[in-house]
């Protein structure tokens, strides 16, 4: 993608502060995300995470400092559509398929070329669940559906809120394995987690939130 | 902020200023709305003539018109404030919105009390679906919606911000409802004998109301300036200032 | 990452419809509810009131609005709750789309979902209550203004409750001072059109409220969103 400012970082944080009603809840935190790099955000329970990730998605607004997405300022408009979010709420719909769940996100978000929603669901594991509704599904297989979104939207950045959770061994190798072939055509991913993370592509860059 | 508001504005919502600043006009908002009320009352409740189609039963309109006259103008206060407080995020102005809100609620339910204790002795009804009344009714309803949105926020700043919102819908929904009232009153022929005719006003009945409207508006400004101060205070509690004021209340 | 194709608005549009359509079409169950508490209501007033034609046949327009305005505000909690509760919220206000033009979507697809129901049982109800059968052609136009309108203006409010735990009172405290007008007007309509009076003036009136809350009402919903979840 061609862009105003070819040296700028993908992403990049300033002096970045948060308080909810005066307590500080983190900062002030500088980093900086380019193409092709993965970075972890770690910290305890209650340190932040989910909050700094809601605010790099645009949704909440940091009380100090500034971010900047390709060396703009970022607004939640600037970046939609580069960026791809899941959190803890997986953003199924219980009630529908997980090909009818992708089926939306791609009419929403956009669409890779060369992945098709039987393809992404068999790459997490899913095949022969596609008609399943998604709320006789098991938390895991839950978010097996999420990570398939990853496959199939468009996205130069992944926000990641602890993408391990409810996953067993071989779903945390899925996601490593999804995360490295991310890395590996030039997109970008920030990543929360309390625990260790295998990665086979170098070491990430490391966030720490409280000390 | 914007570049182009003045300086002394500016320093004026930093809140350690405006606690200040309302804690010294205070006194004086409370006393001038104590002297001049109770002159309005003398001049309207003995001074003033008996009225000659009403006798003595006019007399209400020296509470009803100077409230139901502060009932829009709190809701026009509030909504200027909630108007700033969306665009430049500046706490006092939530805080200047949030305040007024119980303030104008009370003044439209004393409005709605006093127009029906009149409605009851003209019209032999203690309410009738006159138009103002019910404009009044439904402002009252959208005053009691802005107190219970803020209420409902565990985090106070976003209840503000959410009622700001809600409060400018209504100002556009005022005047809507006031001219769909008036075209139903029509239609159902309501009643038409005004509380306050056009024409019966002696000179002596129109200084105590006045008055009476300056006194409503100190009070308004003691009352904004009393909650403000309180509500300051508690959003901003771990902030130097507010510690400082605590030591200084302890040191007394 | 140029291999990204963006799906373009009436695409969007149009997952966002089919989506919820499909939703309430495996809920329908929900669906029946509005009608069913409708019924309910209307079939009390006769039992309220006594069976008297005449009585019943002067407040027949005035109950069978009422009626659908107080069914509509009992479904309309539910129109971004789940989105809500499970994050799709979220995920839409993260798509490259005109976040308005998508609630906007929503909320067409919940008036489809819910008021659509209701205008179609409404002769019945109407029925129910002896309205003259002239006036039913008024009461459907009517109804098919108002319902719309009803919808626009409750998904604003839905959305400024959207960061709150309980909301279905406070919605109805927040909705009356705005469904004011609209009651008064549909009733004037269809209160001429029982007089034998003109009654496309207030029609109009209402037409003009809706046409103002199509444009109006999604860009105040998307506003509202972001300042009720912001935080």
């Known amino acids: ?211 | 902020m914007a570049k182009w508001t003045p300086l002394w504005l500016h320093k004026l919502s930093s809140p350690p200023v405006f606690y200040g600043f309302a804690g010294k006009l205070r006194p004086w908002a409370i006393a001038l709305a104590l002297i001049l009320g109770i002159a309005a009352l003398y001049g309207g409740l003995v001074l003033a003539p008996p009225d000659y189609q009403q006798g003595d039963d006019y007399r209400i309109i020296f509470i009803h018109v100077p409230c139901a006259w502060m009932s829009l103008f709190i809701y026009g206060v509030m909504g200027i404030a909630a108007f700033i407080a969306l665009v430049w995020r500046i706490k006092l102005a939530e805080v200047v919105a949030m305040a007024s809100a119980p303030i104008g609620a009370s003044f439209t339910f004393i409005t709605l009390v006093t127009g029906s204790l009149w409605g009851e002795r003209m019209w032999g009804t203690w309410w009738t679906w006159d138009a103002r009344l019910t404009s009044e009714l439904v402002l009252l309803f959208l005053y009691l919606g802005v107190i219970a949105l803020y209420h409902s926020f565990e985090d106070r700043r976003q209840g503000a911000r959410t009622a700001a919102f809600l409060a400018l819908i209504g100002i556009i929904n005022v005047p809507i409802v006031h001219f769909s009232v008036n075209w139903w009153n029509t239609l159902h022929q309501g009643s038409t004998i005004r509380l306050l005719g056009p024409s019966s006003i002696a000179p002596s009945m129109i200084w105590p109301l006045l008055t009476m409207m300056a006194a409503t508006k100190f009070y308004y400004f003691a009352s904004l300036f009393g909650r403000a101060r309180a509500d300051l205070l508690s959003l901003e509690s771990g902030k130097d200032w507010v510690r400082q004021i605590a030591e200084n209340e302890v040191r007394r | 990452m140029t291999d990204a194709r963006y799906p373009g608005l009436g695409q969007a549009c149009a997952a966002v419809l089919r989506r919820d359509l499909t939703l309430a079409w495996r809920q329908r169950g929900d669906m029946v509810l509005p009608v069913l508490y409708a019924l309910i209501v209307t079939s009390l007033f006769p039992f309220a009131l006594g069976p008297e034609d005449a009585l019943l046949r002067r407040i027949a327009g005035g109950v069978v609005l009422v009626t659908v305005l107080l069914a509509m505000l009992l479904a309309l909690d539910a129109m971004f709750r789940s989105d809500i509760e499970d994050g799709s919220l979220e995920q839409l206000m993260l798509a490259p789309q005109p976040l308005a033009l998508m609630l906007g979507m929503k909320i067409l697809a919940h008036w489809l979902a819910t008021a659509v129901p209701l205008i179609v049982v409404a002769p019945l109800l109407a029925g129910m209550l002896h309205l003259p059968s002239p006036v039913m052609p008024v009461l459907l136009l009517a109804l098919l203004l108002a319902t719309p309108l009803l919808s626009l203006l409750g998904g604003v409010l839905v959305a400024l409750t959207a960061g709150t735990r309980r909301s279905g009172m406070l919605l109805a405290l927040m909705l009356l001072p705005l469904c004011v007008p609209v009651v008064i007007f549909a009733a004037g309509a269809l209160a001429a059109a029982q007089g034998g009076l003109p009654w496309i003036a207030p029609i109009a009136w209402l037409g003009a409220a809706l046409a103002l809350a199509v444009v109006l009402a999604p860009l105040a919903c998307a506003a509202a969103l972001r300042i009720a979840l912001d935080s």
């Open chain 1, 1 to 211: 993608m061609t862009s105003t400012h070819p040296a700028a970082p993908l992403l990049e944080a300033r002096a970045l502060c948060f308080h909810r009603q005066d307590e500080p809840v983190f900062g002030p935190l500088d980093f900086r995300l380019d193409a092709g790099e993965l970075t972890l955000i770690e910290g305890d329970n209650g340190s932040g995470k989910t909050t700094l990730m809601r605010i790099l998605t645009g949704l909440l607004r940091p009380e100090e400092g500034e971010l900047f997405w390709r060396g703009e300022p970022l607004t939640w408009d600037r970046c939609s559509g580069e960026v791809v979010f899941l959190g803890h709420q997986l953003g199924l719909k219980a009630e529908l398929s997980p090909r009818e769940n992708l089926r939306f996100a791609i009419g929403l978000h956009g669409h890779r070329e060369q992945s098709g929603i039987d393809d992404a669901l068999a790459t997490v594991g899913l095949a022969g669940y596609e008609e399943e509704p998604v709320r006789k599904l098991s938390a895991g297989q839950k978010k097996r559906v999420a990570l398939a979104r990853l496959l199939l939207i468009p996205a130069a950045l992944w926000l990641l809120d602890e993408p391990y959770a409810n996953l067993d061994r071989t779903g945390i190798e899925l996601v490593n394995g999804l995360l490295e072939t991310h890395i590996a055509h030039g997109g970008a991913a920030l990543v929360t987690s309390h625990g260790a993370v295998q990665f086979h592509g170098g070491e990430p860059q490391r966030i720490r939130l409280h000390d």
